[in-house]
């Protein structure tokens, strides 16, 4: 990557947004609009619709018939596949203004962004372009007198509602699956993070993807996205985002039409140092980097340090040290370590976990603060708590920011029971050099991934499946497309 190529795109100017209903570019019906700001500099970078829920409506009844229709649910699968790796070779081609573009909108550093954002939506859109010509259904063990067949269906229409810190990798893992089944889609972008989804739809359009297919309603979670999860034309309904908005549209999916309803909620996932790990100092580095790349942003992340009693001064120690010459700042400078907070919102909770953490008797390691105040953007210290015990409230809430919480455990059993007492399930890591001990902790703790001496980087061909209040259903992987299709058995008398 080349710096001076992103220093060419960052000040670029960006149009005012439309939204997309049947492969039309479209304002809000009202003429609503509401700023994109970047969380950079706190500048405004455009206007984006602010969507009503007849913008809603309008968009999910184009869905329905374009999928009615069968320009996309009924075309051949070769076609379709075409179509899907056009879509990927188009994100590639665009990469890195896809990447500086989500950046300047959310913040995340420019050398996480470029492979998380347009890498991995792309590779997730070849994935299940692969898929479309290889998902098959059944044939039955019945008896010999008649044929049972097990057809595997489109669902019909897909609302999709993601968040802000990865939009292009969580939209893709949304997408590309429901669209592989046949299905159409109405996307919910966050507000915060609407600009690259858009841009996204339009390259989507330009492969092939027939109108009415894909369509996007920008706007507030509590207009738009709500009158999408309450629309009784929805078939399927998939998020990434909040446990109590995952909670509200549990709540109205009861309300309407009892739409199933995936969910990838959040995470305070223990990230487990034994003495034995092979190479502490690298357990170190990898376990800051995985609370402290953008900036604690990611449903993954691993906020919980647990670490055995025999080491942990000395980790304590050696992390903060990474912790405080992380380089933090710009994320549009490629040797950024960690960006910016996302909004000012964001960063006035991470301010307000601190208070909490520091009230509840945690011992304040390194950080802490808000940093480059006067650039007008929102930055944050990666900030490391030690002597933090189990009951706190930095052990048990997911704070969505660059702050870890390191507490101490004695041996393995002591160990699994802290790192499963949350309400969540999400992700794990474990640090031994003992292989017994690492397929033991993989089966004891309680989370849709376990990392054993690393921290991140599961690709598309594995699922992420959020366990306990972190979800349920999986997003990537074969297994994603159980969400987007139903089985439909024919019995056939011979
Ligand atoms: P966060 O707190 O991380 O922003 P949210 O769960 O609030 O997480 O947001 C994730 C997504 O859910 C965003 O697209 C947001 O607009 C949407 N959202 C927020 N509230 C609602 C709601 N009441 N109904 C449907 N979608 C919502």
């Known amino acids: ?41 706190g500048q405004v970078l455009t206007q984006v619709p602010a969507g009503s829920a007849e913008d809603m409506q309008a968009a999910v009844r184009s869905a329905r018939a374009s999928f009615e229709s069968g320009r996309w649910s009924n075309m051949a699968p070769a076609a379709r596949k075409r179509i899907m790796h056009r879509i990927a070779d188009l994100i590639e081609q665009h990469a890195l ?47 010999p007198s008649v044929l049972g067949l097990v057809h595997r269906e489109a669902v019909g229409v897909v609302g999709a509602i993601v968040p802000w810190n990865f939009p292009l990798m969580i939209g893709a893992w949304k997408i590309a699956p429901a669209l592989a089944m046949g299905n159409s889609v109405v996307l ?39 009158a999408l999860a309450h629309d009784m034309d929805v078939d399927v309904l998939t998020f990434t985002g909040s446990g109590p908005t995952g909670r509200r549209l549990l709540e109205a999916s009861a309300a309407s039409n009892m739409k199933p309803c995936y969910l990838e909620l959040g995470g305070k996932s223990p990230n487990i140092i034994f003495a034995d790990a092979p190479d502490l100092d690298k357990a170190v580095a990898v376990s800051a980097a995985a609370i402290f790349r953008n900036s604690g942003q990611v449903c993954v992340a691993g906020s919980r340090l647990l670490v055995q ?145 690393t921290y991140g980087g599961p690709d598309i061909t594995v699922p992420l499946s959020g366990h306990k209040q972190s979800g349920n259903g999986s997003d990537k992987s074969i297994y994603a497309l159980e969400k987007f299709s139903k089985l439909k058995t024919a019995w056939i008398q011979l």
């Open 309 to 453: 009693a025999s080491i942990y001064d000395e980790v304590v120690e050696k992390l903060s040290q990474q912790a405080s010459t992380m380089k933090v700042g710009d994320p549009l400078d490629m040797t950024t370590q960690a960006g910016a907070v996302s909004s000012d919102v964001q960063l006035a909770q991470n301010l307000a976990h601190v208070e909490a953490a520091l009230s509840d008797g945690a011992r304040l390691a390194t950080g802490g603060q808000r940093l480059l105040q006067e650039t007008g953007g929102y930055y944050m210290q990666p900030t490391v708590f030690s002597d933090v015990t189990g009951d706190m409230k930095l052990a048990q809430e997911e704070v969505f920011g660059p702050v870890l919480g390191v507490i101490r455990f004695e041996d393995e059993a002591e160990a699994v029971r802290l790192a499963n007492a949350t309400i969540y399930g999400l992700a794990a890591g474990v640090w031994t050099s003992d292989l017994g001990r690492a397929h033991r902790m993989v089966k004891a703790v309680k989370a849709g991934v376990v990392h054993v001496n």
């Open 1 to 41: 990557m080349d710096q001076s190529a992103i220093d060419a795109l960052r000040s670029a100017p960006i149009a005012p947004q439309s939204m997309w209903i049947g492969g039309q570019q479209v304002a809000a019906h009202d003429g609503g609009t509401f700023d994109a700001i970047s969380p950079i500099d």
């Open 97 to 143: 203004e896809l990447a500086v573009l989500g950046v300047r909108d959310n913040g995340t550093e420019i050398s996480m962004a470029i492979k998380a954002e347009p890498g991995s939506a792309a590779a997730t859109f070849r994935f299940y372009a692969e898929c479309v010509d290889k998902v098959m259904g059944d044939i039955a063990p019945t008896d």
């Open 188 to 226: 919910k972008p966050a507000e915060v993070a609407s600009l690259s989804l858009l841009r996204l739809t339009e390259l989507c359009h330009e492969a092939g993807l027939p109108e009415g297919v894909l369509n996007v309603v920008t706007g507030k979670g509590s207009i738009v996205g709500s």
